[in-house]
């Protein structure tokens, strides 16, 4: 769970945006998702953690933007 927290803050730094940003711009949640899975309050379901990796490869940063390879994992 925390490589995947980890790999949602990367990219939402990479292109300039909240984490929550990428969870719901993605389709994963609305805005309190990403709060709740960090809290360890809830946590996602496979389905949403492919869904928003699929995401996060599907719109790259910008060139120049570092996101670790474990992103497009």
Known sequence: ??????QV???AEAIGVK???VIQKAGGGGGATWGRWESGESSPT???VD??????A??????GGAV???VAA
């Open 19 to 21: 984490p929550s940003t």
């Open 51 to 56: 869904k928003i990796r699929k995401h996060m």
């Open 58 to 63: 599907d719109n790259p940063p910008p060139a």
């Open 68 to 70: 670790s390879a474990e």
């Open 1 to 6: 769970m925390e490589q995947f927290l980890s």
């Open 46 to 48: 496979l389905h949403t």
């Open 9 to 11: 803050r990367n990219y």
